[in-house]
């Protein structure tokens, strides 16, 4: 089944977007078009491989852990490791830092 | 020319159709996810925007254009896109001639009422219509670079 419609994300903002970026004088009309689709087809790639190679698949469900753990596998995602860092408890970092101390102490 | 932060993100509701589509049915999506995704999407424009930016200012071209996106999916490993890309492109670019057609014929209708005048002339029209086209987007563009002087 394929869209009537070529592309779903506006032009209009991931010019905007494009425009924000240091340099850029001018961009022309298929090269903005190409760029907006690019984006949806990553959207996509980085949906379904996360999916696939997360966690959540047992359960059927996508969840951040499974973002930021294939940005971290991925090299095609590596760009994404520090928007999609990964999470850990509060807990069990302050334990960590705990551990840490006593490490300290016993110097 | 201020941006608010909001700008520079695109349509939740447009990313979350994307991720449906993509996704097998019945997948549970959290909302946490959704928003990780769409703010890597607008990363991934930087990127491929400053990418691409690259291989015009080697060319030394001020314009980016459909050849300079390419060059940076597969400098960034994205090669799976490129058919897609291309194939997209064509339809797109039938699309933009299309419209143009459509208001021409209108146009001519008004002037001429003959079909099968309206039939050979238009296949001349369509060498001229390709020409414009790569004109007006460098039209536009030039009022853009106007603005960023600004």
Redesign the interface.
């Known amino acids: 089944i394929k869209n009537k419609k070529?592309?779903?994300?506006?032009i209009s903002?991931?010019r905007?977007?494009?425009?924000?970026?240091p340099?850029?004088?001018?961009?022309?009309?298929?090269?903005l078009?190409?760029?907006t689709?690019?984006?949806?087809?990553?959207?996509?790639?980085?949906?379904?491989s996360?999916?696939n190679n997360g966690a959540g698949k047992e359960?059927?469900?996508?969840?951040?852990s499974?973002?930021a753990h294939t940005a971290e596998e991925t090299?095609?995602f590596h760009?994404?490791t520090d928007?999609?860092p990964k999470k850990i408890l509060a807990r069990d970092y302050l334990k960590s830092l705990e551990q840490m101390q006593e490490e300290d102490a016993d110097f | 020319m201020a941006?608010r932060p909001e700008?520079?993100n695109?349509?939740n509701a447009?990313?979350t159709?994307?991720?449906k589509?993509?996704?097998?049915d019945?997948?549970?999506?959290?909302k946490?996810?959704r928003r990780?995704?769409s703010?890597?999407?607008?990363?991934?424009?930087?990127?491929?925007?400053?990418c691409?930016?690259n291989f015009a200012?080697k060319a030394k071209r001020?314009?980016?254009?459909?050849g300079?996106?390419?060059a940076a999916?597969e400098e960034?490993?994205?090669e799976?896109?490129l058919e897609?890309?291309r194939e997209?492109?064509e339809?797109?670019?039938k699309?933009?001639k299309g419209k143009k057609e459509v208001s021409e014929q209108k146009r001519k209708d008004k002037e001429k009422k003959a079909d099968s005048e309206n039939d050979k002339s238009r296949e001349d029209e369509e060498e001229e219509e390709e020409e414009r086209m790569e004109e007006?987007?460098?039209a536009?563009?030039?009022a853009?670079?106007e603005e960023?002087e600004n």
């Not at chain 2, 001020?62 to 459909?66: D, F, G, R, S, V």
């Open positions: 070529n592309i779903s994300l506006p903002r991931v905007l977007i494009m425009k924000s970026s340099d850029v004088s001018s961009i022309n009309q298929d090269a078009f190409l760029t689709k690019a984006t949806e087809l990553f959207v996509q790639h980085l949906a379904m996360s999916f359960t059927n469900s996508l969840s951040y499974d973002l090299e095609t760009f994404l928007i999609l | 941006e700008d520079l695109l349509p447009v990313i159709r994307i991720i589509e993509a996704l097998p019945g997948v549970n999506v959290s946490e996810a990780a995704i703010q890597a999407a607008s990363v991934f424009v930087l990127y491929a925007t400053s691409a930016n200012m001020k314009t980016l254009n459909a300079d996106v390419l999916m960034m490993e994205f799976r896109f897609p890309l997209a492109l339809v797109y670019k699309g933009q007006e987007p460098e536009e563009n030039e853009e670079e960023v």
